[in-house]
Nanobody, 122 residues
Framework: QVQLVESGGGLVQTGGSLRLSCAAS????????MAWFRQAPGKEREFVAA????????YYAGSMKGRFTISRDNVKNTVYLQMNILKPEDTAVYYC???????????????WGQGTQVTVSS
């Protein structure tokens, strides 16, 4: 099993940047595809980005591509989400997740963190 703990959320102004981190416990971190999802109040959880086990492949939701960058460090057992040019509509709770397939579907991810709040002020 993998336990995931997100950090790095907070309040930022429009146009600003944040870097989220997700620390994983266990020795099998490199066996999992990792992803970020987000959920705004009253909305369904949506896919943000995913990264393959080695980090060689990445996959982004269309609206985030070019502004967000997912990366991972398999020595530190951590996955990151660098978010630039933030907009008020990026306000949400951001979750990291671990799975075995590089997909955008929540059902394909077995392990989830507790989430970290990102608020972008206008």
């Amino acid at each position: 099993q993998v336990q995931l703990v997100e950090s790095g959320g907070g309040l930022v102004q429009t146009g600003g940047s944040l870097r989220l981190s997700c620390a994983a416990s266990g020795r099998t971190f490199s066996s999992y595809t990792m992803a970020w999802f987000r959920q705004a109040p009253g909305k369904e959880r949506e896919f943000v980005a995913a990264i393959s086990r080695s980090g060689s492949s990445t996959y982004y939701a269309g609206s985030m591509k070019g502004r967000f960058t997912i990366s991972r460090d398999n020595v530190k057992n951590t996955v990151y989400l660098q978010m630039n040019i933030l907009k008020p509509e990026d306000t949400a709770v951001y979750y990291c997740a671990g799975g075995v397939r590089l997909t955008s579907a929540t059902r394909d991810y077995d392990y989830w963190g507790q989430g970290t709040q990102v608020t972008v002020s206008s």
